[in-house]
């Protein structure tokens, strides 16, 4: 059993698309939309390819639309394409998104699976890293032998006596100074993280040709180009 485990595409399909796995099983740990511009074919594929799929924060923002937030960085670029995707979803895409569960509890080859954005205590905001200690104090009521997360936009596996946590790292933004696509594979119960190249000068002309103002698309450019790692103006 192959199984493709995806979070944080953040409505980027040129480095959804780069990502060529054959696999049995595809788990998305939410965030479509947001930060990138071009959210259909990212939607389209999940809803299509994804056996099991859970809401990120930025999902449910756009679906309930939520006023965007005020800010700099990265809370405007969210903002900013949250303006974006309202006027080019279609109200299918929205349904799709606001219907999205917030966790799942799945068995997936004998092998359960708890599936969560962020954490089991906090499911679509609090970040955690690779913290081991932090994890044990937050899985104590969780039955499972992965606990499949995204949110923080960087991979890690972490072993925990009987039970595995799991992020993928972002497909469309990583922010681990790592450009490539980011996600993993769990192939008979191995855990493999992986990266693959895509086309990002495509990406930033897309940002380009959105009509967002010039700051947020060079923020934007700046993290694909990047890993989310800031690199100063000459």
Same mark, same amino acid.
């Given at each position: ?53 859970? $809401?990120?924060?930025? *999902? ?15 809370? $405007? ?43 089991? $205590? ?22 499972? *032998? ?68 010039? *700051? ?12 989310? $790692? ?5």
């Amino acid at each position: 059993m192959r199984i493709l485990v995806l979070a944080d595409i953040h409505a980027n399909w040129l480095a959804l698309s780069s990502i060529r796995e054959t696999f049995d099983e595809c788990l998305f740990l939410g965030d479509l939309v947001e930060y990138g511009v071009d959210p259909i074919p990212c939607i389209d594929w999940v809803r299509k390819h994804a056996t099991y799929a859970i $809401r990120g924060n930025h *999902d449910h923002s756009v679906a309930q639309r939520v006023p965007p937030p005020v800010g700099t960085g990265f809370r $405007r670029l969210a903002g900013a394409t949250r303006q974006q995707h309202w006027e080019i979803l279609r109200p299918s895409h929205l349904k799709y998104l606001s219907q999205l569960p917030v966790t799942q509890n799945v068995t997936i080859d004998n092998l359960r699976f708890h599936l969560v954005h962020a954490t089991p $205590r906090d499911p679509m905001d609090e970040y955690l890293a690779a913290d081991a200690e932090g994890w044990e104090r937050r899985l104590t009521n969780i039955e499972a *032998d992965f606990i499949c997360v995204g949110h923080t936009h960087i991979p890690f596996h972490l072993t925990l006596g009987n039970r595995q946590v799991l992020n993928p790292g972002s497909v469309g933004q990583p922010r681990d100074g790592d450009p490539r696509a980011a996600y993993a594979i769990i192939e008979n119960g191995q855990v493999e993280l992986k990266r693959v190249e895509y086309d990002i000068d495509a990406a930033v002309r897309q940002l380009e040709a959105s009509g967002m103002d010039s *700051d947020v698309i060079e923020l934007a450019a700046q993290a694909l180009r990047y890993g989310g $790692r800031a690199k100063p103006l000459r």
